[in-house]
């Protein structure tokens, strides 16, 4: 048995014993808006429901550990007291991890991860509509559990409002389950889909993707490549170079059969094949080389 005093290990790696340890973790996708408006969204896994009478649910957008920062989504629900907490699906999992990424502040992670904003009934902060279920929050209080990197602050919420696809109820109205196909975090770049198991999802906290706003528009409206899709090619840091795309060209010689095709949806489903490889660079090489 092997028995750590926490105090006698970096944070860096009792965090990543607690996470490894304590999961499946529910994913509160929070979404709140600064003082001037403007909309933030972010994943969190410390998070779950504490009470139904009042409805509570409780989150904490913990202060980094490599350098004591806090996140934007602590520095809203200080300053405005509200947010929506949307739960994830495994449909929208790879776009919520793209939105993860440490993107400027007054950067709209709702555009960079392919989003769209729903507005709110009760609150500020706008609904993320690909989400099955959302709840409108008003912010009781925010508990500084610490000063030091890796301390936590749990955002203490009272459920205003809430709203489910109707997709996700079975038929005596309440939620079904299996349909609502929810996913959850464990240790390391680990998740796990409610009904069937643990795949992975990379952290995109190293690199900075274009995101899914930079995607063109026959892209993102392609009626093959899904969201998941679309937030794996809006993951990569940088797009191939014109001398990359030819090369590709003439080593697969079966992409670039079905490129004289002129087949999108063909292209579209190739593209995909990749990208369920986890090769997002010979998806994106496939798709530009059709826009020669």
Avoid at 151 to 173: P, Q, W, Y
Avoid at 280 to 290: C, S, T, V
């Amino acid at each position: 048995m092997l028995s750590i005093d926490p105090k006698e290990i970096s944070t860096g790696k009792c965090h990543q014993y607690l996470l490894g340890a304590v999961g499946p973790r529910p994913i509160a996708f929070a979404s709140t808006i600064d003082a001037q408006g403007r909309p933030n969204l972010s994943p969190f896994s410390f998070f779950n429901v504490f009470s139904a009478n009042p409805p509570i649910l409780v989150f904490s957008p913990a202060r980094r550990g490599r350098d004591n920062t806090v996140k934007h989504t602590y520095l809203n629900v200080k300053e405005t007291k509200e947010v929506v907490i949307n739960i994830v699906n495994f449909n929208m999992v790879q776009q919520t991890s793209l939105s993860s990424t440490e993107y400027a502040e007054g950067v709209n992670e709702f555009e960079k991860a392919g989003f769209t904003m729903l507005k709110s009934d009760l609150v500020a902060p706008f609904r993320v509509a690909e989400s099955p279920a959302q709840f409108e929050c008003k912010v009781l209080d925010v508990i500084e559990l610490g000063q030091e990197g890796g301390a936590g602050n749990l955002v203490i919420c009272e459920v205003v409002k809430m709203h489910f696809d109707e997709s996700i109820l079975d038929e005596t109205g309440f939620i079904d389950q299996l349909k609502i196909d929810q996913v959850a975090r464990m240790g390391g770049n680990w998740y796990t889909r409610a009904k069937l198991g643990m795949f992975e999802v990379p952290k995109p906290l190293t690199t900075l993707g274009i995101g899914v706003d930079a995607i063109a528009p026959e892209i993102r409206s392609s009626k093959v490549l899904t969201g998941n899709d679309l937030g794996k090619l809006g993951n990569v840091e940088a797009l191939p170079t014109l001398e990359e795309i030819e090369k590709f060209l003439k080593e697969d010689t079966g992409a670039a059969e079905i490129l004289g095709s002129g087949d999108t949806a063909k292209i579209h489903k190739r593209a995909q094949e990749y990208l369920e490889k986890d090769e997002p660079a010979l998806a994106w090489k496939l798709l530009l080389a059709k826009k020669r």
